[in-house]
């Protein structure tokens, strides 16, 4: 008994003991008593030919950071450099971060040493101790770098200082034929690169245009080398494809194919697989010359399409994209960014873009591309983002490098110190990056005065004097006092006196009678405000007959004019006369109170109703119209109703389409335009849902959707459809061309199609109007290119009283309309129009409709517009003229049955609808119930403790203790037992 009670005392020592301890010692790591050194020599640039400064990288291979502060590099001298004060010297308070790569160099200042053809480098800590050595003979022909960084041995390959080194290089196809260049104005040819490493026989490859009945054939017994161009000119004789005989004759190239202004190219095998392709929207052009530019890989055949210099036959040459960084945030509390700016004039392809900061290595993993697809229009911004294009901080003394999908470095910023707000160019594009306090993320930086330099004559044809136009696109007086006007001399300045304003919509002509020096060839207008350039155009030769913004105020580019318009709008070659709005101007407002969402988007006039669609929620709904003009949410839609992608069926969560347009067929059927899933919204998606309205439940799945992206030029996510409007096929046959035929628009072409009508899409982004059929199984025919020339569409109507096509711009075009007329020819009839007097032309109106004509009242009908942006004051009713005549007594046209599915539909057909609703919405219900009950678990539940914390190590070492205690006292027992 006593033995027992000493073990017990004993054992309980131990126990308090072991605890004591445990609560007194800091949990330590276990340590080598001598760690190795993780840095290492990763590249030497002995022989630079272009900067003649030789230079090495050492990189820190370890999980710490290391305070390198005195260490030193030296040559094949060893220690006897330091003697000389010829070594490279690092600074005090120098750390090398875990992961991270510095270049030391030689220095002309400190007149230090110079790596020798034969010779050898060694790294030295700040006690002279040999930390890592190379010895090398012979200059290398790039630079001696490890593969792979940091530990790897050493190779000869092209340099990559301050960079990752290249791990392993990809081993090259004997064949791989890529198009490089393509020029379709002012004459045509594609040229074509061979990246493989054999010669390739190109007979039987082929060539089409963005039609499949447009191709041309490589002769046979073509051949190009390895690493060689071939350039396919208009003469180039191949084989034709004849698609009335379905065979192929001899002929040249421009026989099968003319390049258009909104094309593409496409390269085929000889077994027909698409090998590459590239699609564009307008001419290539540099400053409005065509013949200065071509669409061409920069660097050659492998790097994407930009805008290039023609080099037929040779190296690609580009225009370097004139983006710049326009503002940078280092220090916000919740995430940094850096915001650029397209200050060119051509839209940039900004696919597989990237940004680092001054530690490339370091944050190599924790960078996201930008998403295929998105472009950046001339004088829009773009933000990469933290947390969604980069993970790592920036830094209170950085640098931020932008680099194209090729890894070519575009644009780069460096500072010293956080910005006390943000670092800004004042002017956006233009001015320095200085601080400036107020963030502008996405937005300018400071709003000049809005006034567009319009027109400018330099040589009057009859003898009159040079003179220069401005144009006020807003709708209210602007003041333009102390603008001042410069030619290419900054001598040669007017500025415009105090009290000068310009009317609502207006022009101000001003003679170089009164600015007082002449416009010359090869010249140039300016416009400053308090010193800041905010508009500027240059043009060649003399202006040809004027040089205007086009479209006329509206615009992005100059080009030359059809006649002189001074005073008012200009006129070109190719754009439709302008007329006044063919209506009365007045215009109401219906939701006074907040009534709809915040994104309203677009409309559609339908059978006595109106539909209107949300953008930021994917919601629609419907309004019953009376006569008098009354409106009222129609059954069921008081909140409206959600339309879903087929994809989010199970994901009741899922932010759902970007819903920008919405229209209705003959059967009632709604069908949504979107831009984008706003899941993604940096991706640009166009696509078309069909719903059924009138399904129970206020959230609907997609019946079918068509993916048209692939269909449509490569736009930016935000420039993409905004607008559909079905069509029957009544309405546009024999009237519509149709494209694919090269005739006039034949339904029985189409057997597949769907809604006995044709789909009308409009992109934001260059204003065309596209014609689809649409077919049963999801895919889709495009049947028609619609150029409405008004620069940018954002809505659509067919109005069936007049038997026109609606285009209507929002503020970015002033709110303008083009209303096309089917003629049965290629180019339909096309007027432009501008708004109503009482449509502020400020508003961002991206819905537009037209009533049927049965509801014109005292020669008018109402039109209807939605702006986005705003809670209420969304819906604005005005209206056009009509000289339809009323014989209808009853004041309510909607009989509560029009809107719904014809009554000669199959039941069965509806009845399946149904079904799929009802099981829709049961697997809604299913899984809402599944995602209640995970979310009761609580947050972070099913996580493991954080065993790096010194409490949780304090009480694992207290239990251990006590239960190797235990152990003891266990085996003790047994012992004294045996």
């Known amino acids: 008994m006593n033995k027992r009670k000493e073990r017990m005392s004993i054992l309980n020592l131990f126990i308090i003991a072991s605890i004591v301890v445990s609560l007194l010692s800091p949990m330590q790591y276990v340590q080598a008593l001598e760690v190795e050194n993780p840095v290492f020599i990763n590249e030497i640039e002995s022989n630079d030919t272009v900067t003649d400064i030789d230079w090495i990288e050492i990189m820190n291979t370890g999980n710490s950071d290391i305070d390198i502060s005195g260490w030193f590099v030296s040559d094949d001298k060893g220690i006897e450099r330091v003697a000389e004060n010829k070594e490279w010297r690092i600074e005090d308070g120098t750390v090398l971060k875990a992961g991270e790569i510095l270049v030391i160099e030689h220095s002309d200042s400190l007149d230090n040493l110079s790596l020798g053809k034969d010779d050898t480098v060694n790294l030295y800590d700040s006690s002279e101790k040999l930390l890592d050595t190379h010895t090398y003979s012979g200059h290398a022909v790039g630079t001696y770098s490890r593969v792979p960084d940091g530990k790897g041995d050493f190779i000869d390959q092209d340099p990559t200082k301050g960079k990752v080194n290249i791990v392993e290089k990809e081993e090259l196809p004997k064949h791989r034929l890529v198009i490089n260049e393509i020029n379709s104005q002012p004459d045509d040819w594609v040229e074509l ?4 490493t054999e010669e390739m026989d190109l007979s039987g490859y082929e060539i089409r245009d963005n039609s499949d009945d447009h191709r041309w054939k490589f002769a046979e017994g073509t051949i190009l080398q390895a690493g060689g161009l071939f350039v396919v000119h208009a003469n180039t004789l191949g084989q034709v494809y004849d698609d009335q005989k379905g065979a192929y004759a001899v002929g040249e190239f421009e026989a099968a194919i003319g390049i258009g202004g909104g094309d593409s190219i496409r390269l085929y095998d000889k077994e027909g697989k698409l090998l590459d392709e590239y699609s564009w929207t307008a001419h290539a052009s540099y400053e409005g010359d065509a013949a200065l530019a071509s669409f061409g890989r920069y660097p050659d055949g492998t790097g994407s ?57 370091g944050h190599a993993a924790e960078i996201s591309p930008v998403a295929d697809r998105t472009v950046l229009n001339p004088g829009e911004f773009y933000v990469f983002d933290g947390n969604k294009h980069f993970t790592f901080g920036l830094g209170k003394a950085d640098k931020v490098t932008i680099f194209n999908k090729a890894g070519v470095s575009i644009a780069e910023y460096s500072w010293a110190a956080h910005a006390n707000g943000v670092y800004a160019r004042i002017p956006d594009g233009t001015g320095e990056l200085i601080e400036f306090a107020t963030s502008t993320k996405g937005k300018a930086n400071i709003v000049t005065n809005p006034v567009r330099l319009n027109e400018v004559q330099s040589s009057d044809s009859n003898g009159g004097p040079d003179w220069i136009e401005l144009a006020n696109p807003t709708g209210e007086a602007l003041d333009i006092s102390g603008i001042v006007m410069k030619d290419n001399d900054d001598e040669h300045q007017y500025v415009i006196p105090e009290g000068t304003t310009i009317s609502a919509n207006g022009f101000f002509v001003v003679t170089d009678e009164i600015f007082g020096f002449g416009l010359g060839k090869n010249d140039s207008v300016r416009l400053f405000e308090n010193d800041r350039l905010i508009a500027s155009t240059t043009w060649t030769d003399h202006t040809n007959p004027t040089w205007g913004l086009y479209p006329d105020v509206t615009g992005n580019e100059y080009r030359n004019t059809k006649v002189e318009t001074p005073g008012a709008p200009n006129k070109f070659a190719d754009i439709p006369e302008m007329i006044t709005w063919p209506g009365n101007g007045e215009v109401e407002i219906f939701d006074t109170e907040p009534t709809f969402l915040e994104d309203s988007s677009g409309l559609d006039f339908f059978k006595g109703q109106l539909y209107a669609v949300d953008n930021g929620t994917g919601k629609f709904w419907i309004l019953d119209v009376l006569k008098d003009g009354k409106l009222s949410f129609a059954k069921g839609f008081e909140n409206g109703k959600r339309v879903r992608f087929q994809k989010d069926a199970d994901d009741a969560t899922a932010a759902g389409p970007d819903a920008e347009g919405i229209t209705v067929d003959g059967d009632g059927f709604v069908y949504i335009a979107s831009e984008r899933d706003n899941n993604v919204k940096g991706v640009n998606y166009n696509t078309i849902l069909k719903v059924d309205p009138h399904k129970q439940g206020d959230d609907l799945v997609a019946l079918q959707q068509w993916d048209l992206t692939a269909s449509l030029p490569q736009v930016s996510a935000n420039m993409g459809i905004e607008a559909v409007e079905w069509v029957s096929n009544a309405n546009v046959k024999g009237k519509l061309y149709d494209q694919n035929t090269n005739t006039v628009f034949d339904a029985t072409n189409y ?54 096509l609606w285009v209507v ?9 083009a209303k096309i007329s089917f003629n049965g020819e290629k180019q339909p009839e096309i007027t432009h129009i501008l708004p109503a007097s009482g449509v502020d032309i400020r508003f961002n109106n991206e819905g537009f409709a037209i009533a049927e004509a049965i509801f014109t009242k005292d020669g008018q009908r109402p039109v209807y517009r939605f702006k986005d942006g705003d809670k209420f004051g969304a819906l604005s009713i005005g209206s056009i003229f009509s000289d339809y005549k009323d014989n209808v007594d009853d004041d309510s046209v909607n009989t509560g049955n029009e809107g719904t599915p014809d009554n000669d539909q199959n039941q069965n057909e509806q009845g399946n609808r149904d079904d799929v609703a009802n099981n829709v919405n049961a697997d809604e219900v299913n899984n809402g119930s599944q995602k209640e009950v995970e979310g009761n678990n609580p947050q972070g539940s099913n996580q493991l403790p954080n065993t790096s914390t010194q409490i949780f190590n304090i009480i694992v070492m207290g239990l251990f203790m006590v239960i190797a205690g235990v152990g003891l006292y266990m085996l003790s027992s047994r012992k004294e037992v045996l």
């Open 305 to 361: 399409f930009v805008l290039t210099k023609e080099t037929k036959g040779l190296t690609n040459d580009w225009y370097k994209p004139q983006i710049v960084i326009n503002e940078v945030e280092s220090n916000d509390d919740e995430s940094d960014w850096v915001e650029i700016y397209n200050a060119g004039t051509t839209t940039v392809d900004l696919t597989g873009w990237y940004l680092f900061d001054d530690d490339p290595v």
């Open 751 to 804: 057997p597949n199609a769907i809604s006995n009508g044709v789909f009308f899409v409009a992109l934001e982004d260059n204003g065309h109007v596209y014609a689809y059929v649409l077919n049963e199984d999801g895919s889709f025919v495009q049947i028609a290119d619609i150029d409405s020339k008004i620069g940018g569409a954002m809505a659509l109507d067919y109005d069936k009283f007049e038997n026109v």
């Open 193 to 196: 690169m061979n990246l493989g």
């Open 809 to 817: 711009a929002d503020n970015g075009y002033a709110n303008r309309a």
